[in-house]
């Protein structure tokens, strides 16, 4: 049976591969979604079928992850023992997960096909209105899927990168929200929200319980936001589709190691093209 995004993807609900009214509508809701707090959500965007597709597949590859694990602070950055000891700069947590590389993928199965599917990439560079928007050239980091299971965690920070694209396969038994705080340091880093945020105090965090078949953009770099716990034996799986602005990037061979715990002679041939390298 060859697969067909059609099955996979609910094309009726979302018909992102035929432009007209209901792909315009869909995609004023989604920008002002983005607009308003840096988050958008499509919901059940697979078909029932689609979500079993890709538990399956997530399923036979999960063995091949790398696992990574970190002690770090929203910002990513060293402790600074010159800030007070309740600064959020010094706020240190455990962060760890697999993340299995995009090669394991393979052209015909699941995860490419939906993000192969006709007009994938054009809408969501339509949803995020980037001016440059390529698909990250990548072979191990073009879509992977990242592992995680009770113990591991995502803890609050603020992405590096300007925007992720998610897509929900699998959630673990009980836990996992996606919690955000929209725009929190838009403007400057208001480290006294932020504090309320990591002691659990504010409220302005946003608490969005994701679906398998899901699929989700966020602006992360100025949303603090986390996965919360992880409950239970059932590993949760996400998919993260990644682009870039610029052609052919590939990631740095010490940050592609470390992730992904191997590299491709891709990675050493363009290594040093440019000064700094996507992560993911
Ligand atoms: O797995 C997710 O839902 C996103 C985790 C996250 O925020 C990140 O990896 O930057
Ligand atoms: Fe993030």
């Not at 009726?12 to 995609?27: F, K, Q, V, W």
């Not at 962060?95 to 054009?122: H, K, Q, W």
């Amino acid at each position: 049976m060859t697969l067909d995004a059609s099955r996979l993807i609910d094309l009726e609900r979302y018909p992102i591969h035929c432009n007209g009214t209901e792909r315009d509508a869909l995609l004023a809701q989604v920008r002002a979604d983005l607009a308003r707090d840096g988050c958008a959500v499509i919901k059940g965007f697979l078909t029932t079928g689609g979500v079993a597709a890709l538990v399956d597949e997530a399923n036979s590859v999960a063995d091949q992850g790398h696992w990574s694990k970190s002690r770090t602070n929203a910002y990513f950055t060293k402790d600074d023992p010159s800030l007070p000891e309740d600064h959020p700069r010094r706020q240190f947590y455990d962060r760890s997960n697999a993340f299995v590389p995009a090669d394991n993928f393979s052209p015909d199965g699941p995860l490419r096909t939906v993000y192969d599917a006709p007009g994938f990439d054009e809408f969501i560079r339509d949803c995020l209105q980037e001016e440059n928007f390529y698909r990250y050239a990548d072979p191990l980091a073009d879509v992977i899927v990242n592992v995680a299971e009770e113990g591991n965690g995502f803890p609050w920070h603020f992405d590096t990168n300007n925007f992720t694209v998610t897509l929900d396969i699998q959630n673990a038994e009980t836990g996992g929200a996606f919690e955000y705080a929209a725009g929190i340091r838009e403007g400057d880093e208001n480290f006294d929200e932020v504090a309320r945020v990591l002691n659990g105090t504010s409220d302005r965090v946003t608490v969005l319980e994701l679906e398998p078949g899901d699929l989700q953009l966020f602006r992360g770099r100025y949303s603090l936001h986390r996965v919360a716990p992880l409950k239970g034996n059932r590993p949760r799986y996400v998919a993260i589709f990644s682009y870039v602005q610029e052609p052919g990037m590939v990631g740095a061979p010490e940050r592609t190691k470390q992730l992904y715990g191997r590299t491709l002679p891709i990675h050493h041939e363009r290594a040093g093209q440019r000064g700094d390298a996507y992560i993911d």
